[in-house]
T-cell receptor
Framework: AQSVTQLDSHVSVSEGTPVLLRCNYS??????LFWYVQHPNKGLQLLLK??????LVKGINGFEAEFKKSETSFHLTKPSAHMSDAAEYFC?????????FGTGTRLQVFP | NAGVTQTPKFRVLKTGQSMTLLCAQD?????MYWYRQDPGMGLRLIHY???????AKGEVPDGYNVSRLKKQNFLLGLESAAPSQTSVYFC????????????FGPGTRLTVL
C-alpha cells in the first residue's frame, strides 16, 4: 500500500529564513508525489508534482522539492520564507485513481 | 471561468436530518472527488467518479451517497446525518487520473448537532 508521512505537524520560521517541510513516502513502485498548499479557509492548490522526469522539482512561489529514492523522502523547501507562506501543506502520493494525503504540516511565519 | 464551486458554504443539521452538497465544475473534467477534512487527519476520500454516470467508494464512504448524472456536477448526500459527520467537505476535479492535478473547491463547513 502507498502512504506518506509528514514528520512535523507544525513548523515555525522567521520571515526571510529557509523553510523545510519533511515528507517520507512508502510505495512498492516509483511513485507520483505532490505537495499541495491550503491557505486559511480556502481550498487546496497544487504547489508542485514529481512524476520521475527530474528529481528536483520546482513549484510555484519559490518552493521546490527533491525526490530521494534512497531515503524515500520528498521534502519541500524554500530559501526565504514570506509572511504569505503561512498555510497548511500536504504531501500527497497518487494511487491509481486516488490521492493519498499526509496529515499536513502547519507553517507559521513570524515577522 | 469559475473552476470548482460548492453549495452551500455552511450548514448546520440536526442528527437524523438529510442534505445534499452540490459540486459543479466548468473545466470539462472527467474525474471528480469528494473529501472530508478533519483536524490532524488530512483529507480523506469519501467517493469519487471517473466519468458521467460512474461512482466509486473511497476511504470513508459509510453514511454517504453520491451521484454523477451530469459530467459537470457531483452530488454528495447524507441520508441521516450523525455528529461524526461534522467536518469540512471539499470537492475536487481533474482532467485525468490521480496523476493529474486536482482542482479544489472552497469547501463546505457542516456541523451536525
Amino acid at each position: 500500500a502507498q502512504s506518506v508521512t509528514q514528520l512535523d505537524s507544525h513548523v515555525s520560521v522567521s520571515e526571510g529564513t529557509p523553510v523545510l517541510l519533511r515528507c517520507n513516502y512508502s510505495s512498492s513502485y516509483s511513485p507520483s508525489l505532490f505537495w499541495y498548499v491550503q491557505h486559511p479557509n480556502k481550498g487546496l492548490q497544487l504547489l508542485l508534482k514529481y512524476t520521475s522526469a527530474a528529481t528536483l522539482v520546482k513549484g510555484i512561489n519559490g518552493f521546490e522539492a527533491e525526490f530521494k529514492k534512497s531515503e524515500t523522502s520528498f521534502h519541500l523547501t524554500k530559501p526565504s520564507a514570506h509572511m504569505s507562506d503561512a498555510a497548511e501543506y500536504f504531501c500527497v502520493v497518487a494511487n491509481t485513481d486516488k490521492l493519498i494525503f499526509g496529515t499536513g504540516t502547519r507553517l507559521q511565519v513570524f515577522p | 471561468n469559475a473552476g470548482v464551486t460548492q453549495t452551500p458554504k455552511f450548514r448546520v443539521l440536526k442528527t437524523g436530518q438529510s442534505m445534499t452538497l452540490l459540486c459543479a465544475q466548468d473545466m470539462n473534467h472527467e474525474y471528480m472527488y469528494w473529501y472530508r477534512q478533519d483536524p490532524g487527519m488530512g483529507l480523506r476520500l469519501i467517493h469519487y467518479s471517473v466519468g458521467e454516470g460512474t461512482t466509486a467508494k473511497g476511504e470513508v464512504p459509510d453514511g454517504y451517497n453520491v451521484s454523477r448524472l451530469k459530467k459537470q456536477n457531483f452530488l454528495l448526500g447524507l441520508e441521516s446525518a450523525a455528529p461524526s459527520q461534522t467536518s469540512v467537505y471539499f470537492c475536487a476535479s481533474s482532467g485525468g487520473s490521480s496523476y493529474n492535478e486536482q482542482f479544489f473547491g472552497p469547501g463546505t463547513r457542516l456541523t451536525v448537532l
